[in-house]
């Protein structure tokens, strides 16, 4: 995967105020503000490159308001570190090519992974297919 590098003044003049925070600065939307995409078929992207994160066919309402999916495309397009802010230990995960910031999985998915990947819906872009 092509890694994708910009200035922190190129990331801002591209996301929105919200999207810099949550995809460059490690913050997080509030719940339930942004898990308005369609229910057809399709990919979300990463919002700061385009990188193919998540099938449509993945995701499942976990009840958090956040996006959730319990699988990536392809796991190597999804990046995983330690998270110790909020004096909580979580998994933080980030896309790959760009290094944004998309959220965190946990282990209280449901079968077949057992995963839940708690995505900002800020950190996505929603592309149905063709």
Same mark, same amino acid.
């Given at each position: 995967?092509?890694?994708? #590098?910009?200035?922190? !003044?190129?990331?801002? %003049?591209? *996301?929105?105020?919200?999207?810099? $925070?949550?995809?460059?600065?490690? +913050?997080?939307?509030?719940?339930?503000?942004?898990?308005?995409?369609?229910?057809?078929?399709? #990919?979300?992207?990463? !919002?700061?490159?385009? %990188?193919? *994160?998540?099938?449509?066919?993945? $995701?499942?309402?976990?009840?958090? +308001?956040?996006?959730?999916?319990?699988?990536?495309?392809?796991?190597?397009?999804?990046?995983?570190?330690?998270?110790?802010?909020?004096?909580?230990?979580?998994?933080?995960?980030?896309?790959?090519?760009?290094?944004?910031?998309? +959220?965190?999985?946990?282990?209280?998915?449901?079968?077949?992974?057992?995963?839940?990947?708690?995505?900002?819906?800020?950190?996505?872009?929603?592309?149905?297919?063709?």
């Amino acid at each position: 995967m092509d890694k994708v #590098i910009k200035s922190d !003044a190129e990331w801002r %003049a591209q *996301l929105s105020d919200l999207g810099f $925070k949550v995809m460059r600065k490690h +913050g997080t939307e509030r719940a339930g503000t942004n898990d308005d995409f369609p229910k057809e078929d399709g #990919i979300y992207m990463c !919002a700061g490159c385009g %990188a193919p *994160l998540f099938e449509q066919e993945t $995701k499942f309402e976990s009840g958090t +308001g956040w996006p959730s999916f319990y699988a990536p495309i392809d796991a190597e397009h999804v990046a995983e570190k330690e998270d110790r802010s909020l004096f909580m230990r979580r998994t933080e995960v980030h896309c790959n090519a760009c290094e944004g910031h998309l +959220g965190h999985v946990f282990p209280d998915g449901p079968a077949p992974t057992g995963l839940r990947y708690c995505i900002n819906g800020v950190a996505l872009k929603f592309e149905p297919d063709a």
